[in-house]
């Protein structure tokens, strides 16, 4: 799809994970073999983050308004569910811990939304920038944390 709710969708996935990756590759304590793959992983991802910017840049311009609202919103929507996308339940359950309590510790968790929110910050910007976050495409953000 070329669209631009695909190109923030691909952004979304794409510049948080990068954020992450990029503080993966140069720690030592990170096995040398994964260090690598994300060093790789990092260098290829930066050509299609460039492209999708400059293509969603120019689609936000030229797309009618109805495209334009239809991408703020469904943007939102993406955002709520890749910030649950991070959190999975079953690891808790796996090292013996309250599903339910950890989960509840998790969604409380000053810390992750920090992360969370600095790991977007760049993206988040860019698209304000652009208009994307306006709006109830704006609140649905909000509500996944990733913006403040």
Same mark, same amino acid.
Not at 107 to 115: F, L, M, V
């Given at each position: 799809?070329?669209?631009p709710?695909s190109?923030?969708a691909?952004?979304?996935?794409?510049e948080?994970?990068?954020w992450m990756q990029?503080l993966t590759?140069?720690?030592?304590?990170v096995?040398?073999l994964?260090?690598?793959?994300?060093?790789i992983?990092?260098?290829e =991802? %930066?050509?299609?983050?460039r492209?999708?910017r400059?293509?969603?840049r120019r689609? /936000?311009v @030229?797309?009618? *308004?109805?495209?334009?609202?239809?991408?703020r919103?469904t943007?939102g929507e993406?955002?709520?569910v890749f910030?649950k996308a991070?959190?999975?339940?079953e690891?808790?359950t796996n090292v013996g811990?309250d599903?339910? =309590? %950890?989960?509840?510790?998790?969604?409380a968790?000053?810390h992750?939304k920090?992360? /969370?929110? @600095?790991?977007? *910050?760049?993206?988040t910007?860019f698209?304000?920038d652009?208009g994307?976050?306006r709006?109830?495409g704006r609140?649905?953000?909000?509500?996944?944390g990733?913006?403040?």
């Amino acid at each position: 799809s070329t669209t631009p709710g695909s190109f923030t969708a691909t952004l979304l996935g794409e510049e948080v994970l990068d954020w992450m990756q990029r503080l993966t590759f140069p720690d030592e304590r990170v096995q040398p073999l994964i260090r690598g793959v994300t060093r790789i992983h990092v260098v290829e =991802e %930066a050509r299609h983050v460039r492209y999708a910017r400059e293509e969603l840049r120019r689609q /936000m311009v @030229t797309a009618p *308004k109805w495209s334009q609202e239809f991408t703020r919103v469904t943007s939102g929507e993406f955002a709520r569910v890749f910030s649950k996308a991070f959190i999975n339940p079953e690891v808790y359950t796996n090292v013996g811990l309250d599903k339910r =309590e %950890a989960l509840a510790q998790v969604q409380a968790s000053g810390h992750r939304k920090e992360i /969370m929110q @600095t790991g977007a *910050k760049r993206l988040t910007d860019f698209l304000d920038d652009i208009g994307v976050l306006r709006g109830a495409g704006r609140r649905l953000w909000r509500s996944s944390g990733l913006l403040a």
